[in-house]
């Protein structure tokens, strides 16, 4: 059985790394900037629409308000990118927000970021992923009429890449995200020529339809809602910026100065896109609706529910490229795949950010562990798993899905900008030098801005969203601080009973006397060989326990034993239900009230089978006895095992598989230390 499931094993991910060449796995900013930036670098790919979507509802004359909330957008984004530039030099280790947050806000607010950011990754997967399957649903008719299953298989699929480490799937998506990064720079430069040099009328497919406004002549509170709620929808490309912060330790040494270039360079890129398609949506007279079945007319008719509205990205390709050229069909593969690879951002920060708090007891133990490709994998399943159920339960549908973002990176952003000013704070009290004062004030200065502004954007997106979905996002935030901090506070009971005491206790005292109980059924090999084994211990008492649930096997027990002349008492318990495990589970306990002092030692023969159909027919008496056992005080449970024919075949066998080698486990060459790192 192990070997069948060897041999895919090392098909999906490949063969298993030493821990010694975890450094072979570090990224050069090349491959660092797809790995972690492809989130708010894809997010140019809705962003935008989200934008003219909340504006349609006053209908096309509020369009001219999108120009400034992409300044809005813009600024904000500066504000992060700087934000957190500070951050990577002063917490290079990997915890990110929620480092900077407990460090110097205390555990509670370390925690409040931390279920936040676990809430934005599972998000993060789920509405790219969803957002990837409508665009790509417009070109392949089935993709649309499976949106729920081609949406897990694509999480399935992004799961075993992820699985086979971080530098591999790193060189996957790096292709497709710069593929995208190119494509949308020349629509914004061949747009730019085309309208501003060559003066050309660039049409989108939806230019000649009209927006029936839901709220006309908006003005005063309702027009400023709808405006703030508009920015709200924009600040979608915020999201995945606090990535690379989590993932310093992956970058190429030196970690902080590369992770704090490719920030900048994803703050560049991002907001030069996102500003780019905004303006050419406006030029091309790009028409977007909430409801596009009933507020979109032509001629003055509801385009139906047959109408599929496309991206704004997917119309303005159209318009400045022309629809079917090559340059359309590549931007919008591109486009969809690397709303797929989006959800990279969050495979690669929740596993490091789940390895952390279980460290620190937050989570369970098994997240610290790293697989057979030095990757997270509990945590990279575990993240899958909760994306999957996210797009079950909403049908893959990315409107319904996006209405849940953005509340938890802005809890984040804040309380890590708050905290990073306590840091400063701190530090100045003792610095003397003052060219590094004068650095510190400068940080303390950029932090203090970014909090308030993104505090600010917090409170916005808080009132905008909140009935709209961004409750469920509070939800879950919740029930990660309630389950992590249940979690915690089991790791610290246990820890606290487990800790050797300094003088004498009752578990350093010897037991006054140990009374052995063989448990025997019938006389045969095993039974021999646990009675054996019993009398080897010298116990202080020594007895055969057998139940009696069938009066001839148990004459024929009796028979037999006093036949073979064995010298050890044998004492049979009735059992009028026929139960085997609770009567000797009682007798025990009996042993134990009369004498809290002794220690009872029970053992059990059980055969060993070599195939797992044969455990389920044997020892599941056995199984059910000792999980009964663990709860009763001062009893030992020692298993004798008898090896029966099928288990020495399965010997054979992996004596087999140890001279062979699995596909892609064949290891070239001797595992020499890891080479030097080299900044990049």
């Not at 060989?529 to 009796?558: G, I, P, W």
């Not at 004798?640 to 024919?645: D, G, I």
């Amino acid at each position: 059985m192990s070997k069948l499931t060897d041999v895919p094993k090392r098909i999906l991910i490949g063969r298993a790394l030493r821990s010694d060449r975890l450094g072979e796995t570090l990224l050069p900013k090349r491959i660092a900037l797809p790995v972690f930036a492809s989130d708010p670098l894809s997010s140019v790919a809705y962003a935008p629409g989200e934008v003219l979507l909340v504006l349609s509802i006053a209908g096309v004359s509020a369009y001219h308000f999108s120009p400034w909330i992409a300044v809005a957008v813009v600024v904000l984004m500066f504000t992060v990118v700087a934000s957190y530039r500070q951050n990577v030099h002063a917490y290079p280790s990997g915890g990110g927000d929620y480092e900077v947050a407990n460090t110097n806000l205390g555990p509670k607010a370390g925690l409040t970021v931390a279920s936040a950011l676990l809430v934005d990754y599972v998000l993060t997967v789920a509405v790219s992923i969803s957002s990837g399957i409508e665009n790509l649903g417009s070109a392949v008719p089935f993709i649309v009429e499976h949106k729920v299953f081609s949406a897990l298989a694509v999480i399935v699929l992004l799961t075993l890449m992820n699985l086979r480490g971080v530098k591999e799937s790193g060189k996957l998506f790096a292709i497709p995200t710069y593929v995208f990064v190119s494509g949308v720079f020349l629509l914004i430069a061949w747009g730019a020529f085309r309208g501003l040099v060559l003066g050309d009328t660039m049409k989108a497919p939806t230019a000649d339809l009209e927006i029936e406004p839901e709220h006309q002549g908006l003005a005063g509170f309702a027009l400023v809602f709808l405006l703030l709620r508009a920015f709200s929808s924009g600040c979608a490309a915020l999201t995945g910026v606090e990535a690379i912060s989590n993932g310093v330790p992956a970058f190429r040494k030196p970690k902080s100065k590369n992770a704090a270039n490719t920030l900048a360079l994803m703050g560049l890129f991002a907001v030069t896109m996102f500003c780019g398609i905004i303006g050419l949506a406006l030029a091309t007279d790009v028409r977007m609706a909430e409801n596009p079945a009933h507020d979109l007319l032509s001629n003055g008719v509801p385009v139906g529910a047959d109408y599929v509205q496309n991206p704004v990205i997917t119309q303005v390709a159209e318009a400045v490229f022309g629809k079917g050229s090559f340059f359309f069909v590549l931007l919008a593969a591109a486009t969809a795949l690397v709303l797929f690879l989006a959800a990279n951002t969050a495979y690669n920060g929740f596993p490091v950010l789940g390895s952390i708090l279980a460290q620190d007891r937050y989570l369970p133990r098994q997240l610290h562990t790293r697989g057979d490709r030095l990757a997270f994998s509990n945590g990279i399943v575990l993240l899958a798993g909760a994306a999957a159920l996210l797009v079950w339960i909403y049908g893959a549908d990315s409107t319904r899905l996006i209405q849940l973002y953005i509340v938890g990176v802005f809890v984040s952003f804040t309380l890590s900008q708050i905290g990073m000013v306590r840091h400063w704070n701190r530090h100045l009290t003792t610095e003397r030098d003052q060219a590094k004062r004068r650095h510190m004030y400068r940080s303390r200065a950029i932090n203090a801005f970014g909090a308030f502004f993104t505090g600010l954007v917090l409170i916005v997106v808080l009132i905008t969203k909140f009935s709209h979905g961004a409750w469920v996002a509070l939800l879950g935030m919740v029930i990660f601080y309630v389950t992590m901090t249940a979690i915690r506070r089991h790791y610290d009971l246990v820890s606290s009973e487990l800790a050797a005491p300094e003088g004498p206790s009752d578990d350093s005292l010897r037991p006054s006397r140990v009374h052995s109980v063989v448990l025997i059924s019938k006389i045969h090999r095993p039974a021999l060989r646990a009675l054996a084994y019993a009398k080897l211990m010298r116990s202080d008492t020594l007895e055969a326990l057998s139940v009696n649930v069938d009066a001839a096997e148990t004459k024929a027990l009796r028979e037999e034993w006093e036949r073979r002349g064995i010298d050890v008492p044998l004492k049979v318990l009735d059992s009028p239900y026929r139960e085997i495990t609770r009567p000797v589970v009682e007798y025990v306990r009996g042993i134990r009230r009369e004498s809290p002092r002794d220690a009872v030692s029970v053992i059990i023969p059980e055969y060993v089978v070599g195939h797992w159909y044969e455990h389920l027919l044997h020892n599941q008496s056995a199984l059910r006895l000792k999980g009964r056992l663990l709860f009763t005080p001062g009893v030992m449970v020692t298993s004798v095992p008898y090896q029966l024919a099928s288990s020495e075949a399965a010997k054979k066998r992996a004596r087999k598989r140890q001279e062979w080698n699995a596909p892609g486990s064949v290891r070239r060459g001797p595992a020499g230390p890891p080479p030097k790192d080299r900044g990049n």
